[in-house]
């Protein structure tokens, strides 16, 4: 059967067909495979496939559909002449015949958002693999879009590929090893992604030794430049040029804690000061790229709504400002593990802490990983509590009134309101007797503190008093946090 010859030239996203058919989205080409030929039904469905897996919010692709032609319709993005092509990108997709000297311009595919009318055109969605099923690609940009997830290992039946672009999206995931066996490619543009780990060296192993090759902005790559890369263009943070002679490190697991001490942030049941947080913690390991720091931040653990809203956020512990670290190597009593422990107070500034609220310590750790990894682990809750018990109002029974001579021994008698603490409630109430000058300064005591139940109110107590003496009773109350309230009676003699 014969088959027909069409010609046809757009602008913009342009579509040129003829014996070859070349496709941009920025650029898509294909071959037709005879002197006239159109799409065979085979790529017609690849471009479908890779059109269902786009998200396309512009219509860029409403005329890819099945019932017309990518070269004979002319497709958006959709090029069928090599040479064309090769005028258009600026690539040199060798479309001369070695042999016959004609034009061979394979098919090409590329998705290419910069034509004319569509500047700011980025489609969204994953890189679809029936896109490999048009083995005779020779460019292929997906470039400047926000294509997602890991590229395809399908891609490795690309093997007249001279351009490949998928620089600026959000593909992640390893690099393929499978680019170093598509030997006639010249560029390869990788930059702009979220790729990780190391630069496979088997590109170099299977003869990957011309191609161009962009990384750069790629934060997750680490290890070393493999020797083929010749001029390669990457982000160097964790990366290690060979001249260099330092390999970039490539860990892939994070910081841990002890296996014998496990992981643990050390805190008072209490804070005390409202502009005061204390905390401690053994070091965090990492034995295949080391521990390169610590940071901390300190949030409500509770509150409804407000429960983990920071107070510190993300404080570095090298470099913060108003910090005091006393480093300890201690060695744990039952496992004889030996460890440095970090005791840390911070002094805030411009802030203080809520009276009554509980707080969590989180203390994450980073290794030397290209990209750095961290663990992160939070203390039990911290309630903060800077006043004493309220209270406590001191009234004497069976004693003379104040300035009045009283028996030189004797019982007294001695009552007061109760004491209460909402923050950290009472932890103990204790009666003393004290002999005070005319001031009612302490001269000493007549008796020690006589310790009485939280919910007792009133002591009897014996003691011999002298004449013409002052005296005053003393009632203390403790709250767990370890801040006393002390109040006084009247002197009386």
Avoid at 320 to 346: D, F
Avoid at 383 to 412: C, H, M
Avoid at 446 to 469: F, R, W, Y
Wanted: with cysteine; hydrophobic share 35%.
């Amino acid at each position: 059967m014969a088959k027909r010859r069409f010609l046809a030239k757009t602008t913009g996203s342009q579509i040129i067909c003829g014996t070859y058919c070349i496709v941009t989205l920025a650029t898509i080409f294909f071959d037709g495979g005879g002197a006239e030929a159109a799409a065979t039904p085979a790529d017609i469905s690849a471009l479908l496939r890779f059109k269902a897996a786009i998200v396309d919010h512009e219509g860029y692709l409403q005329k890819w559909r099945n019932d017309t032609d990518p070269c004979v319709d002319a497709w958006p993005g959709v090029w069928c002449d090599c040479e064309a092509a090769e005028k258009k990108t600026g690539v040199d997709l060798e479309c001369v015949d070695v042999v016959e000297g004609e034009k061979r311009g394979e098919a090409i595919i590329a998705l290419k958002p910069k034509c004319d009318s569509c500047r700011w055109l980025r489609f969204k969605g994953t890189i679809a693999p029936e896109i490999a099923n048009i083995t005779t690609l020779r460019l292929l940009d997906l470039s400047e879009h926000s294509f997602e997830g890991d590229i395809p290992t399908e891609l490795q039946k690309l093997e007249e590929l001279r351009f490949l672009s998928l620089r600026d999206n959000k593909l992640n995931g390893t690099l393929p090893d499978f680019f170093g066996k598509l030997t006639k490619l010249k560029t390869l543009e990788l930059d702009r992604n979220y790729f990780s780990g190391p630069i496979p060296e088997k590109w170099c192993v299977d003869g990957f030794n011309s191609t161009r090759v962009t990384l750069q902005n790629n934060p997750g790559l680490c290890g070393t430049i493999p020797p083929c890369i010749k001029n390669p263009i990457v982000d160097f943070t964790y990366i290690s040029r060979k001249a260099d002679l330092q390999e970039g490190i490539c860990d892939t697991t994070p910081p841990v804690c002890s296996e014998k001490n496990g992981c643990k942030i050390s805190v008072p049941k209490y804070w005390i000061h409202e502009d005061i947080i204390s905390f401690g913690f053994d070091e965090f390991e990492d034995r295949e790229s080391n521990m390169t720091g610590y940071s901390f931040s300190v949030a409500l653990a509770d509150g409804g709504g407000r429960a983990g809203q920071e107070v510190v956020s993300d404080m570095q512990l090298e470099a913060a400002r108003n910090l005091k670290i006393e480093i300890i190597n201690r060695q744990h009593p039952e496992t004889g593990e030996k460890r440095r422990y970090y005791n840390v107070k911070h002094y805030l500034t411009g802030v203080g802490l809520a009276s009554g609220a509980r707080f969590k310590v989180t203390v994450t750790g980073t290794n030397g990983a290209g990209p750095p990894l961290t663990t992160a682990v939070t203390s039990d809750p911290v309630t903060t509590d800077f006043t004493g018990p309220l209270g406590g109002s001191t009234v004497f029974n069976r004693v003379p009134v104040s300035g009045e001579k009283t028996q030189e021994a004797g019982q007294l008698g001695v009552s007061w309101i109760p004491f209460e603490d909402k923050e950290s409630n009472i932890s103990s109430v204790s009666v003393q007797l004290v002999e005070v000058d005319e001031k009612g300064s302490l001269e000493k005591n007549v008796t020690a503190p006589i310790s009485v139940p939280e919910s007792q109110n009133t002591l009897d107590v014996n003691a011999e008093l002298k004449a013409d003496t002052l005296y005053q009773f003393e009632v203390r109350a403790i709250n767990r946090a370890g801040i006393g309230t002390t109040r006084s009676s009247q002197p009386f003699l």
